[in-house]
Each structure stands twice: as C-alpha cells, then as structure tokens.
C-alpha cells in the first residue's frame, strides 16, 4: 500500500518568515512529485512539481526531493496571510495512472 | 485560461438512489480523474481513464461505481445505489499527458453528493 504522510499541522508561522512543510513517501518507485494548495472549501491547485533531485524554485516557493531518503519538502519565503491554506503533498508512479495524495497540512500565518 | 467543470455543485439524494456525477474536463487533456474528499480527509484516487476505458481504480471503486465518456467532451461518473458512507465532495481532474512534466492534474471545482 503506496503511503504518502505528512504532518496534519496546523503550523503557524509569523507574516514575512519562512514555512517549511515536509512529506514522506513509502513508494521508491514514485517518480513525480506534487505540491498542492487547497484552501477551505475549494478545490486542490497545483503549486509546484518536481521530478528530480535537488531543488526548484518558482517565486516564493521551493520545492526539494531526496530520493534517498524518500522525503520531500515545500519552502515559502516571505509568508502572506493569503497562503494559509492546506498544503498536499502527491506522489505518482509512472507504471501507474493514478496521483496519491497526504493528508495535508494546515498552514496558518499570523499577520 | 481552460478549466475542468463540473455540475452540479451540490447534490442531495436519498439513500439506495442512482445519481450521476458530470464534469467537462480541459479540452485537449486526454487522461480523466475522480477523486473524493469525505470532510476532514484526505483525497483519495478512484478512477483514472484513458482511451475509452478503466487504467487504474481503487478498492473504494467497488461494482456499484462505473464512469463513462458518452461524447467527445464529457466525463461522468455513476453511483448506482447511494449509501450514507458516499457523501463526500467528488473533484474530477484532467491532465494532458504521463511521465515527467505531463501529469500535472487540474482539478474541478467539486460536486458536494450528501446521501440521506
């Protein structure tokens, strides 16, 4: 059974500082990596992918992946009130048609 | 910009009834989705579609589930016999391709089902 675990939160982090949300996969086959954002009521919005070791960087945020250590984390910088939401990490291989998604977390910024 | 659709928003039916889920997914995307979220967990995979047939389901997708692409635009998703444990916020979502840089999925904005 794929598993993807991340700490349900809420994590509460100061407007203006970093928030660092974190993921584990039990799948070392998974080959894709997801950032989603889903605010109350709505839909999940992809944020960002990444496919590769390392880290990548679309403005405010970060993603990095460890294979090795089957980890992968979500930096945003400069925290806005506007990004508290429930942030989902999903994972996918690619022998399989299907994106598993974690519980999420609940990102709170304090204004 | 190209978004997926789904009606209706909300559906409220009786316990043992049929209901059929629709969503018009992003017109060039070729790989189809439906997810759930019962209230307070997570998202969970149902079904994914492609070519006119079932890739991959899950074990929640059980007999009284069937989906099905009547024409060249939409998407359904049938609940033959509805139980209370159904209610949920059913999203579809599309993505354009597999592998790397392909499967990004794009979600609807969700259809609220509550069984009573």
């Known amino acids: 059974q794929k598993e993807v675990e991340q700490n349900s939160g809420p994590l509460s982090v100061p407007e203006g500082a970093i928030a660092s949300l974190n993921c584990t996969y039990s799948d070392r086959g998974s080959q894709s990596f997801f950032w989603y954002r889903q605010y109350s009521g709505k839909s999940p919005e992809l944020i960002m992918s990444?496919?590769?070791?390392g880290d990548k960087e679309d403005g405010r945020f970060t993603a990095q992946l460890n294979k090795a250590s089957q980890y992968v984390s979500l930096l945003i910088r400069d925290s806005q009130p506007s990004d508290s939401a429930t942030y989902l990490c999903?994972?996918?291989?690619?022998?399989?048609?299907?994106?598993?998604f974690g519980k999420g977390t609940r990102l709170h910024i304090l204004p | 910009e190209p978004e997926v659709t789904q009606t209706p928003s909300h559906q409220v039916t009786q316990m043992g009834q049929e209901v059929i889920l629709r969503c018009v997914p992003i017109?060039?995307?070729?790989?189809f989705y439906w997810y759930r979220q019962i209230l307070g967990q997570k998202v969970e995979f149902l079904v994914s579609f492609y070519n006119n047939e079932i890739s991959e389901k899950s074990e929640i997708f059980d007999d009284q589930f069937s989906v099905e692409r009547p024409d060249g635009s939409n998407f359904t998703l049938k609940i033959r016999s509805t139980k209370l444990e159904d209610s949920a916020m059913y999203f579809c979502?599309?993505?354009?391709?597999?592998?790397?840089?392909?499967?990004?999925?794009?979600f609807g904005s969700g259809t609220q089902l509550s069984v009573l």
């Open positions: 017109s060039n995307h070729l790989y």
């Open positions: 979502a599309s993505s354009e391709a597999r592998g790397t840089g392909g499967e990004k999925l794009f």
């Open positions: 990444i496919y590769s070791n």
């Open positions: 999903a994972v996918n291989t690619w022998r399989d048609d299907k994106i598993i």
